[in-house]
């Protein structure tokens, strides 16, 4: 003996998974007038499901079932295939004896293909950018600075992306530096951290589990540089920072107009060894404070037009693209104007994402070998170097 239930539910699950698909397929409306089957549009009380499954194939024998002397090689009538989503009034117009010649099996097929691909057509731009937040974070003043993944839930759903942040795998890319910055080892280990993690994205966009990247970074600026340059610049790539403003938070607030950058140079020995490349953004870099080797060295520098730099320059995203346009144009006098150049220094006195754009811009095959500089209290020191 079979046991009746068990039966009855498998079968009800089955028409259930048909059902919602046939749902998902049709955005919810009837497949032939196009209706809305769920009832009051304007509110989620009174969702009265008023769809019907109806069948193109008549489910049984006898002539009194629509269709079924055209079956041919349709063997399972209750398949997604052979059953549409419709109103109560169409399910009865493409059943009656009087309207259901003009309703054969192969018109009815076009009807619900048509209608699915323009379901398809008009709903595949709409939605949220799934994107996978990278978060590097070290220490300042004593503790750990970090992006929260409230933060950047909050930050990421305010422009419509869905952050993956369950694993480690497809959406929480976190990297971690310990350490005070000019402790032994620090800028080694550092490096090695963001390669790591770095290398995780990597395997992430391989697997094609990651095709967009958000970076919410926290760093003293050499590292952000060096984060930059390391960055695949195939994957899509969009960049938050920790505003002063806290109401802001990491949004790019877009209420004051964005500034504009000029790029002007000092110096100007054609047959120069060294470079220095200047940011001066949060503030003003000043010379005096140039180790030996560059302080007579000719300097490209880029700044903001008509206004001083200061911490809260960039505030606007526009801000950021701007500077970014205008320092791939700074490196390209950098190489035009100075070919005997062996290296090029950065310098900068810049906010997260600026520094960055900056290591972003280093290309490796037509640039020079940059050395990142961090300031102390009373100079700036060379810490790393990027493309050697
Ligand atoms: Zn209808």
Redesign the pocket.
Known sequence: MTDQRDTTVKRGDIKDSVRNALWARTAGR?T????RLLGDSRTYMHSVLLAELAHNIGATDGTNSPRREYNAGVTDTESEENLLL??H??HKIIDHPEHIDFFPPEKLRDIKESFERRVEMVTQDGGLTRTAALRLGAQIRGSLALASQREVAETLLAVNYLGLVETQRSGDFTCRIHGAAGGRGYWESAQQSIDDTLGLVRQAIDNGDVEHISVFAIAPIPLLAYLGWRLDDKTPTRIFQKHRDQFVGWSWADHDGPVEFEVSTTGSSADAQDVVLVCAVTSEVNPALFPEGIADAPRIEIRPVNVAPSPTLISHEQSLTNFAVKWRAALAVAESDYPTAQRWHLVASAPTSVAIEAGRAIMRDSHRPVTLYERGSDTYSGVLVVNA
């Open positions: 009837c032939i007038c196009n209706r419709l109103c009034d169409c």
